[in-house]
């Protein structure tokens, strides 16, 4: 497939870069060591806290929270030969934002995507000019694959198999089929845009082919890039390093039936009471969505499990140790808290924190880290840890921690805080198709607390305030005022004000709230 990018000038000498040597017939690839192959899974909707290991030490003292009552012995065993991370922050923790941030390295007043894609919203699509971390690596001398949800296509009429038409009936429409001209460097695609129905997924492939499939969607993918980890069908250039993103859409809605999950897994949940399963003091045993608990759990244990069969897999075809692995996620699931029913998007700690631990044996030495990573980091970081730090685009806001991961010793201050966005739909065309967005809530999390402000659409005055003391109510149960902790608030307004100003944003450009957030 023909690529169709556009002149790229962030990245100078594309193409004309040394690629690692071919060796005919080498059965493993990355032998160079300065190239490693990069494998990043995430699942979608998976707390933090949704991991066993964080019930015990040395992980428990490094979250404020509890660890949840989840059976995860894959990624248990993961965690001690990884960097854990304690505080990685999905900065707008919803699909699309977090994963144009994920993507690109920009924060979603840049990246494009400000807003969760559908049809109903146009402008709201990773641009096909963007550079992503797909592109890079490509451009580097990658194979790239992706596998999985994909969510970052605004959908058009573009149906391989019905020419002018959606590949599904909704209004507006989730689902998308991605053309190659909008891959982005993934020289494999097996993926659609959005589709929930976790027992009978479909994918598109590199050449445009419908697969619909009978099985557990996470299960279905693990197959496909064990696949393309034996390279069984010549899926990739075994001369060449790979980057491959996988995105399982478990754990995530619906979570309500065996429909949703493998019997296996509910069954080690199914006995527990609603109390057992929600341990934190902020749950609400007593709402419908509480019933969620044991479907929630068991697709984390059927992601563990999956996720250990690829690793078992790397493992045994001998390229686990030239491989860097990444387990996170997109955003988290309040499950029950606070009364809101809506499950992502909101400043609240269950929403905000994801899974994050990267692997790279004899490089990284396992450890927690309480770095406080936002989305945009995660591309820059990744870029330079494969050895190609000077190729990240200069259009990047997030910041390489590379250096600091692999050597313990920070090139420049570590951040303090990272930041919070909450953004609705905007102003409306006479088609009512989306032509904007509304910055609605701006704030910060740092290691002891959150303090988020939102404002009124029409007069951009103060709404409301989100003031949590984190480190005394990780239940975020108690919503201070400001002048609670006076110092406290005017330190958090201080980093709100800069890193408003560092990435741009609406809100510094127009000096929203201006009597409160101090900008320069
Ligand atoms: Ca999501």
Same mark, same amino acid.
């Not at 999905?90 to 993507?103: A, D, M």
């Not at 390093?241 to 069954?267: A, G, I, K, Q």
């Not at 009364?339 to 609240?348: F, H, L, T, W």
């Not at 609705?424 to 809530?441: A, H, M, S």
């Given at each position: 497939?023909k690529?169709?990018?556009?002149?790229l000038?962030?990245l100078?000498?594309?193409?004309?870069?040394?690629l690692?040597?071919?060796?005919?017939g080498e059965?493993?690839?990355g032998q160079?060591a300065?190239?490693?192959? @990069?494998?990043?899974?995430?699942?979608?909707?998976?707390?933090?806290?949704a991991?066993?290991?964080?019930?015990?030490?040395?992980?428990?003292?490094?979250i404020?929270?509890?660890?949840d009552?989840?059976?995860?012995?894959?990624?248990?065993?993961f965690?001690g030969?990884?960097?854990?991370?304690?505080?990685?922050?999905s900065?707008?923790?919803i699909?699309?934002?977090?994963?144009?941030?994920?993507?690109?390295?920009?924060?979603p007043?840049?990246?494009? @995507?400000p807003?969760?894609?559908n049809?109903?919203?146009?402008f709201?699509t990773?641009?096909i000019?963007?550079?992503?971390?797909?592109?890079v690596?490509?451009?580097?001398?990658?194979?790239?694959?992706?596998?999985g949800?994909?969510?970052?296509?605004?959908?058009?009429?573009?149906?391989?198999?019905?020419?002018?038409?959606?590949?599904e009936?909704r209004n507006?429409?989730?689902d998308?089929?991605?053309?190659?001209?909008?891959?982005h460097?993934?020289?494999?695609?097996?993926s659609y845009?959005?589709?929930?129905?976790?027992?009978?997924?479909h994918y598109?492939?590199?050449?445009?082919?419908?697969?619909e499939i009978?099985?557990?969607?996470?299960?279905?993918?693990?197959d496909?890039?064990v696949?393309?980890?034996i390279?069984?069908?010549?899926?990739?250039?075994?001369?060449?390093?790979?980057?491959?993103m996988?995105?399982?859409?478990?754990?995530?809605?619906?979570?309500?039936?065996?429909?949703?999950?493998?019997?296996?897994d509910?069954?080690?949940y199914?006995?527990?009471?609603?109390?057992?399963?929600?341990?934190?003091?902020?749950?609400?045993?007593t709402?419908?969505?509480?019933?969620s608990a044991p479907?929630?759990?068991?697709?984390v244990?059927?992601?563990?499990?999956?996720f250990?069969r690829?690793?078992s897999v790397l493992?045994?075809?001998?390229l686990?140790?030239?491989?860097i692995?990444?387990?996170?996620?997109?955003h988290g699931?309040?499950?029950t808290?606070?009364?809101?029913?809506?499950?992502?998007?909101?400043?609240?700690?269950?929403?905000?924190?994801?899974?994050?631990?990267?692997?790279?044996p004899?490089?990284?030495?396992?450890?927690?880290t309480?770095l406080?990573?936002?989305?945009?980091?995660?591309?820059?970081?990744?870029?330079?840890?494969?050895?190609?730090?000077?190729?990240i685009?200069?259009?990047?806001?997030?910041?390489?921690?590379?250096?600091?991961?692999?050597?313990?010793?920070?090139?420049?201050?570590?951040?303090?805080s990272?930041?919070?966005i909450?953004?609705l739909?905007?102003?409306?065309?006479?088609?009512?198709?989306?032509?904007?967005?509304?910055?609605?809530i701006?704030? @910060?999390?740092t290691?002891d607390?959150?303090?988020?402000?939102?404002?009124?659409?029409?007069?951009?005055?103060?709404?409301?305030?989100?003031?949590?003391h984190?480190a005394?109510?990780?239940?975020?149960?108690?919503?201070?005022?400001?002048?609670?902790?006076?110092e406290e608030?005017?330190?958090?307004?201080?980093?709100?004000?800069?890193?408003l100003e560092? @990435?741009?944003?609406?809100w510094y450009?127009?000096?929203?709230?201006?009597?409160?957030?101090?900008y320069?």
């Amino acid at each position: 497939m023909k690529r169709m990018h556009k002149t790229l000038p962030y990245l100078g000498i594309v193409g004309l870069l040394p690629l690692p040597a071919c060796v005919p017939g080498e059965k493993a690839t990355g032998q160079d060591a300065d190239s490693p192959n @990069v494998i990043y899974v995430f699942p979608d909707q998976m707390r933090n806290s949704a991991m066993g290991f964080w019930s015990n030490e040395p992980y428990a003292s490094h979250i404020h929270y509890k660890g949840d009552p989840v059976i995860t012995p894959n990624l248990d065993k993961f965690a001690g030969e990884a960097v854990v991370f304690s505080s990685a922050y999905s900065n707008t923790p919803i699909s699309s934002p977090h994963r144009g941030s994920l993507f690109t390295g920009m924060y979603p007043n840049k990246s494009g @995507v400000p807003l969760n894609v559908n049809s109903s919203r146009p402008f709201n699509t990773l641009p096909i000019d963007a550079v992503t971390i797909s592109d890079v690596f490509s451009q580097n001398g990658y194979n790239c694959a992706y596998i999985g949800k994909y969510h970052l296509d605004c959908p058009t009429p573009n149906d391989p198999d019905n020419p002018g038409q959606y590949v599904e009936g909704r209004n507006p429409v989730w689902d998308a089929y991605t053309p190659p001209e909008k891959r982005h460097g993934f020289d494999f695609w097996y993926s659609y845009g959005t589709f929930d129905v976790h027992k009978k997924p479909h994918y598109w492939d590199t050449k445009g082919k419908r697969h619909e499939i009978r099985e557990w969607s996470p299960k279905h993918e693990v197959d496909i890039a064990v696949e393309y980890l034996i390279n069984r069908n010549g899926q990739r250039d075994s001369s060449k390093p790979f980057f491959m993103m996988m995105s399982m859409n478990p754990p995530h809605h619906p979570y309500r039936s065996l429909n949703d999950c493998m019997e296996e897994d509910y069954n080690l949940y199914k006995d527990k009471t609603l109390g057992e399963l929600l341990i934190r003091d902020n749950a609400d045993t007593t709402i419908q969505k509480a019933t969620s608990a044991p479907y929630y759990f068991a697709q984390v244990t059927g992601v563990d499990r999956e996720f250990g069969r690829l690793l078992s897999v790397l493992d045994s075809l001998g390229l686990a140790d030239n491989t860097i692995v990444v387990f996170a996620s997109d955003h988290g699931d309040t499950m029950t808290s606070q009364g809101v029913s809506d499950a992502k998007n909101s400043p609240y700690t269950e929403a905000t924190a994801i899974p994050f631990m990267v692997r790279y044996p004899g490089k990284l030495e396992p450890r927690v880290t309480d770095l406080l990573l936002s989305s945009p980091d995660i591309m820059p970081t990744l870029i330079g840890l494969s050895g190609l730090g000077d190729k990240i685009p200069s259009s990047v806001q997030g910041e390489n921690y590379a250096d600091y991961l692999l050597t313990g010793n920070p090139s420049s201050p570590l951040p303090q805080s990272a930041l919070y966005i909450r953004n609705l739909d905007g102003d409306k065309d006479e088609n009512g198709k989306v032509t904007n967005y509304f910055p609605e809530i701006r704030g @910060v999390k740092t290691a002891d607390y959150t303090l988020a402000l939102s404002i009124d659409r029409k007069s951009k005055s103060l709404k409301q305030t989100y003031f949590y003391h984190d480190a005394k109510d990780p239940y975020q149960l108690n919503n201070l005022s400001l002048t609670d902790y006076p110092e406290e608030a005017a330190f958090l307004l201080e980093q709100l004000a800069q890193l408003l100003e560092k @990435v741009e944003d609406p809100w510094y450009e127009e000096k929203i709230l201006q009597e409160i957030v101090p900008y320069n």
